[in-house]
């Protein structure tokens, strides 16, 4: 490869089209020039051309021919042959009445570590390549681009010289920079967050925009159910309290099914009267009769329905299966069946007593049931039942103690007890006394 000193005569000027191409500028741009005195002073940095190009410009072989033809398409080029890197060397062709041969560089007139490139005007003249100004255009420089980064959308890229263009283009391969840079990943900024306890929060930069939660800071410690609806109203407040409590007994059971209200009412108050003493003995209930007129006796039967396996019923207390007063046990599972209490009892010589409503398991797996008392045909006195809820031991599983008097029509639950499992099991109600 052969160098050129930096004030060389037109006449002998030569370079490598491949350096150009490839990595090779005069010498003087490369390694700064001598100073007339032989001393040394200031240049600027050298400037490796290689880095800024866009792409090679010497695909032919370097022949005799292959040089003079390359030179042909140059503007104010001669070929000086071969290079000892096997590169096509040019140079100012003698008779040209150019200043620079096309594809030619120099260090930039402006002294910064730039260059300035050679460009053909017509096919035998050339010139430094300059702006409608006569500025001299010089690179590699830095374009605008976009970042598509919604934090930091502008930015600029570096350039590169396009030797088929003989331009200054923007670097397909680079990475466009933000300006001004975007905020650092977790970065963080401060925010409102809308509570009013804690107004104050922060969101994070994720890398390509602020989170869209703000997330509250330096918050109030409150109980774990704050702001939940509470009384008649209101919410929780820190402190557990509730914003709008109303009346001390609110919901408490009154009336028939009602409960109180935020105004103090009762929600289903039934008659008037009710609860006043009315017959023999009795109280006005929510439909407006007396629980007991004073008729001679009132009827009560059990019905059973939705029976796995057996349901059978005693007087006073469990006994064998022989014993019971009333039986479900015949028919496809699940069973169902009605009794009538009043005439079991008659034939016990009995009005009242405790009656002891038990399940049993006889074909293992689940057991379940529901058992209900009317009292005068419809009226639900009382209901017991036993869910599914899964394999139970095989033997008693349920076991209800119900109060009943036929004078009166009363019907008291008095205990319940269920189990699943053998241990937890017995035959006399034990958790049921």
């Known amino acids: ?72 398409t140059l503007a104010c080029a001669v070929s000086m042959g071969c290079g000892s890197d096997n590169q096509c060397i040019f140079a100012l062709k003698p008779d040209a009445s150019c200043t620079c041969y096309e594809t030619d560089f120099r260090a930039c007139p402006s002294g910064a570590s730039v260059a300035q490139a050679c460009a053909r005007t017509s096919a ?51 990475t466009c920079t933000p300006e001004p840079a975007c905020p650092a990943w977790g970065a963080t900024q401060t925010c409102k967050t809308g509570n009013a306890r804690c107004p104050d929060g922060i969101r994070t930069f994720d890398g390509d925009v602020w989170s869209a939660t703000c997330v509250p800071q330096n918050c109030p410690t409150c109980v774990a159910n704050v702001d939940a609806p509470c009384g008649c109203g209101g919410t929780i407040a820190c402190n557990g309290a509730c914003t709008a409590p109303g009346p001390s007994n609110l919901g408490a059971a009154c009336g028939c099914g009602g409960t109180i209200a935020c105004n103090g009412a009762c929600t289903a108050p039934g008659p008037g009267n009710l609860g006043a003493g009315c017959g023999c003995g009795g109280t006005i209930q929510c439909d407006g009769r007396c629980s007991h007129d004073c008729s001679p006796e009132h009827q009560l039967k059990a019905v059973f329905n939705n029976i796995d396996d057996d349901a059978y019923v005693w007087l006073d207390h469990p006994g064998s299966t022989d014993q019971a007063i009333c039986k479900i046990n015949g028919g496809n599972v699940p069973r169902s069946g009605e009794c009538d209490l009043q005439a079991a009892l008659h034939q016990r010589g009995a009005t009242a007593g405790r009656l002891v409503f038990k399940i049993g398991n006889g074909g293992g797996f689940g057991s379940k049931g529901t058992m209900r008392i009317f009292v005068d045909g419809s009226n639900e006195a009382w209901r017991g039942d036993e869910i599914d809820n899964g394999w139970k031991h095989t033997g008693w599983t349920y076991c209800s103690k119900v109060d009943v008097n036929l004078a009166t029509g009363s019907v008291a639950h008095h205990c319940t007890s269920s189990c699943a499992l053998w241990l937890d099991c017995d035959n006399d109600c034990k958790d049921c006394p």
């Open 1 to 72: 490869m052969s160098t050129i000193p930096s004030r060389r005569p037109r006449r002998s000027r030569r370079r490598s089209l491949s350096t150009l191409a490839m990595a090779l500028i005069p010498l003087a741009l490369l390694l700064g020039a001598a100073s007339p005195s032989g001393g040394s002073c200031c240049r600027p940095p050298p400037i490796n051309m290689t880095q800024f190009l866009l792409r090679s410009a010497n695909t032919v072989p370097c022949t005799p021919t292959g040089c003079i033809n390359t030179a042909n």
């Open 124 to 174: 035998a003249s050339t010139l430094w390549q300059v702006d409608g100004a006569g500025q001299p255009i010089c690179g590699p420089t830095e374009v605008a681009c976009a970042t598509n980064r919604s934090a930091c959308p502008s930015g600029h890229v570096g350039t590169k010289y396009d030797l088929s263009s003989r331009a200054w283009v923007r670097d397909p391969a680079g």
